[in-house]
């Protein structure tokens, strides 16, 4: 275990945030799956529990493997993937509405694995890059609107089109934060204007077009749009029930809350367990609770900030704001749901709710983020590392050519022993018996 600890780099504070939060979210997901247990009728809460242990031990992999890759790599990397996220996030508005009699349409099902996977999360992480990547070519030079609309937004607003008709909130979460993003980078504000205006008229039309043709849409827009107008209406609907059982929830839970497990609208809030466990962890562990895991996450926004100021390159400063910043304000979306300051959006609160690729794009980002905060001394001692693993290697490959070459000269001294092969000049001289 110490080995383990020593070989982690980068920020240590970003390191113990994270862990923490992942630890603090066992309890809440284990009170909370006793819902999904009602409602489906099978399976266990323990079995809940091990599966988001299972999700959080593969997301914590992801995060170490991805913090060794030296974070420049990633430039190459965005360009790469961009046009194969763009390919799956077509292939999730096509393949189909429903996996296992469920709404899917931000899903797809990985062959042979059966897992399900939301495209629009990677798709986030990979368009935070690329933009990273393009700010930072620019840096010093002047542009053309021209030329930053055909190399920069035209695939943003290409992913962006593909993601919005399933998932709105995500849309405007990662709109939002490029736009943040483009403006650290120092992008022309007259540029920046004009796109934030294209964006809003795209977005308008295609509300328009959804509502002219409901069934050239067969996906989520009626769902996302009715969500907007009941936020600002006073008519019951279904999300007012919810937000209802929210807020009962969190008037439960007081100063000092019920206790862990002792949670009792975990039976009637749909989604317990993911979009509103933030009501669940204040029911249960009080206003102490929920103001200490909203502690948390401000404290890993200061780290971001701190990260990103250290950064010595703008590429690395860019990557810290772009993936760092919207999980911050990802879980303060999910806290404001829960208290019925923004309409209910199904973004989930990173690293406590349940979920697979929620939690593994996270923890990408973070690894991505522990990639740029590695300090001079653990970048060194990593090349050293590799560069003793690559003389291994050919050390163990040179010894396997020698031994190699010893047994083929020894089989050539065998072969010429015993060889019945004619040395003579003519081979005629065998057959007619001259010398």
């Known amino acids: 275990m110490k080995q383990l600890i020593n070989s982690l780099k980068g920020d240590k504070g970003i390191w113990s945030f994270v862990v923490l939060l992942a630890l603090i979210s066992f309890m809440p997901v284990f009170s909370a799956s006793a819902n999904l247990v009602y409602v489906i009728g099978k399976g266990s809460t323990i079995g809940y529990l091990v599966k988001h242990l299972v999700h959080i031990f593969i997301g914590f992999t992801l995060i170490y493997f991805v913090h060794k890759v030296p974070y420049h790599y990633y430039k190459g990397l965005s360009k790469i993937l961009l046009p194969i996220v763009a390919l799956l996030l077509v ?117 328009t077009f959804a509502k002219a043709f409901p069934k050239a849409m067969p996906n989520r827009v009626d769902t996302w749009i009715s969500r907007i107008e009941r936020f600002t209406s006073d008519e019951p609907s279904e999300d007012d029930y919810q937000i209802e059982k929210a807020k009962i929830a969190i008037a439960t839970g007081k100063v000092y809350g019920l206790g862990p497990g002792k949670s009792v609208q975990k039976n009637f809030l749909p989604q317990s367990s993911s979009d509103f466990i933030f009501a669940i962890i204040v029911e249960e562990y009080g206003l102490l609770g929920g103001i200490g895991v909203l502690f948390l996450y401000l404290m890993l926004f200061f780290r971001f900030l701190v990260s990103a100021h250290k950064a010595k390159t703008l590429f690395g400063k860019l990557l810290i704001v772009g993936l760092g910043f919207p999980i911050i304000f990802q879980a303060l979306i999910n806290m404001g749901v829960a208290v019925e300051l923004l309409p209910v959006t199904g973004q989930t609160l990173p690293l406590i709710s349940s979920g697979g690729s929620s939690i593994w794009m996270t923890c990408v980002a973070v690894g991505v983020i522990l990639s740029v905060t590695k300090k001079d001394e653990e970048i060194e001692q990593e090349r050293l590392e590799k560069e003793e693993r690559e003389a291994a290697l050919q050390r163990m490959i040179d010894k396997h050519m020698e031994e190699e070459a010893e047994e083929g000269t020894e089989n050539t001294e065998a072969s010429a022993a015993y060889s019945i092969e004619d040395g003579t000049k003519n081979p005629m001289h065998a057959v007619m018996g001259k010398p």
């Open 91 to 207: 292939y999730t508005f096509f393949q189909g509405t429903v996996i296992d009699g469920a709404n899917a349409s931000r899903w797809i099902k990985v062959p042979f694995v059966g897992v399900t996977f939301q495209t629009s999360a990677l798709a986030s992480i990979v368009l935070m890059v690329y933009v990273a990547r393009y700010l930072a070519k620019i840096e010093g030079k002047e542009i053309t609107f021209k030329s930053s609309f055909i190399e920069l937004w035209i695939p943003v607003f290409i992913v962006l089109a593909l993601i919005l008709p399933a998932n709105f909130s995500t849309t405007a979460l990662i709109f939002s934060m490029i736009c943040m993003l483009v403006f650290v980078g120092k992008y022309p504000l007259k540029y920046l204007g004009t796109v934030i205006g294209m964006g809003v008229f795209m977005l308008l039309f295609f509300v």
